[in-house]
């Protein structure tokens, strides 16, 4: 992956990409097992593009492969949203303009900064599982140690993102569409980050089907 806007075009390279792309997010629409499954499927591409395969893996429920990303997703996110939520919770509770917008204030700042660190979360849960998504000063460490690359990689996943709630648009079918082709930009995202750190260093940890 040469640069970061391959992982744009990439997805629609494969000739297979409606197929998959719809049968993925139909899954998807499964509460929490959808979830997990469609973390697995963004990393078996991420396996396809390291390896240099413009394709997209098959649809399906890829549930050992996904956990573990999923787990960490949550972890940092629910970890990163309660000093917002919590400080706007007050400020609805004492009816206090003030601190309930300096909570909105800091959950944004925080979204922000969790969008900074996420390709390095994902980089690191792909090659080492939890202990690799847990590892705090591991993460922060690969952040900062490409901390353009980061900012880039963590700006396109927000694009990406709002991407995939354009779906919502077509009376929310179309989510069935975008949120699945989001997730293959955030893969490609994800490569090319990896690349820019000097290559893949290690092989995903070994799961079952």
Same mark, same amino acid.
């Given at each position: 992956?040469?640069?970061?806007?391959?992982?744009?075009?990439?997805?629609?390279?494969?000739?297979?990409?409606?197929?998959?792309?719809?049968?993925?997010?139909?899954?998807?629409?499964?509460?929490?097992?959808?979830?997990?499954?469609?973390?697995?499927?963004?990393?078996?591409?991420?396996?396809?593009?390291?390896?240099?395969?413009?394709?997209?893996?098959?649809?399906?429920?890829?549930?050992?492969?996904?956990?573990? @990303?999923?787990?960490?997703?949550? $972890?940092?996110?629910?970890?990163? !949203? =309660?000093? *917002?939520?919590?400080?706007? &919770? /007050?400020?609805?509770?004492?009816?206090?303009?003030?601190?309930?917008?300096?909570?909105?204030?800091?959950?944004?700042?925080?979204?922000?900064?969790?969008?900074? @660190?996420?390709?390095?979360?994902? $980089?690191?849960?792909?090659?080492? !599982? =939890?202990? *690799?998504?847990?590892?705090? &000063? /591991?993460?922060?460490?690969?952040?900062?140690?490409?901390?353009?690359?980061?900012?880039?990689?963590?700006?396109?996943?927000?694009?990406?993102?709002?991407?995939?709630?354009?779906?919502?648009?077509?009376?929310?079918?179309?989510?069935?569409?975008?949120?699945?082709?989001?997730?293959?930009?955030?893969?490609?995202?994800?490569?090319?980050?990896?690349?820019?750190?000097?290559?893949?260093?290690?092989?995903?940890?070994?799961?079952?089907?």
């Amino acid at each position: 992956m040469s640069s970061v806007g391959d992982g744009f075009a990439w997805p629609f390279q494969d000739q297979g990409w409606f197929g998959k792309v719809l049968l993925q997010g139909l899954i998807a629409i499964i509460p929490i097992v959808g979830w997990i499954a469609l973390a697995g499927w963004m990393m078996l591409t991420i396996d396809n593009y390291r390896a240099g395969r413009r394709e997209l893996p098959p649809a399906g429920f890829h549930l050992a492969r996904g956990a573990p @990303l999923f787990l960490v997703g949550l $972890v940092w996110s629910v970890v990163f !949203g =309660l000093p *917002g939520s919590a400080l706007s &919770s /007050a400020g609805v509770r004492a009816d206090a303009t003030g601190l309930t917008s300096l909570g909105d204030l800091v959950n944004f700042a925080l979204r922000l900064l969790l969008s900074f @660190l996420t390709p390095a979360i994902i $980089v690191h849960t792909y090659e080492r !599982g =939890l202990s *690799g998504g847990f590892d705090v &000063s /591991a993460v922060w460490e690969t952040a900062m140690a490409n901390a353009n690359n980061s900012l880039i990689a963590g700006l396109v996943i927000i694009a990406a993102d709002l991407i995939g709630g354009l779906g919502i648009i077509l009376c929310c079918v179309g989510l069935l569409f975008t949120i699945p082709y989001a997730v293959a930009i955030t893969a490609g995202v994800v490569t090319w980050y990896e690349q820019m750190m000097g290559g893949p260093r290690t092989a995903p940890p070994p799961t079952t089907a």
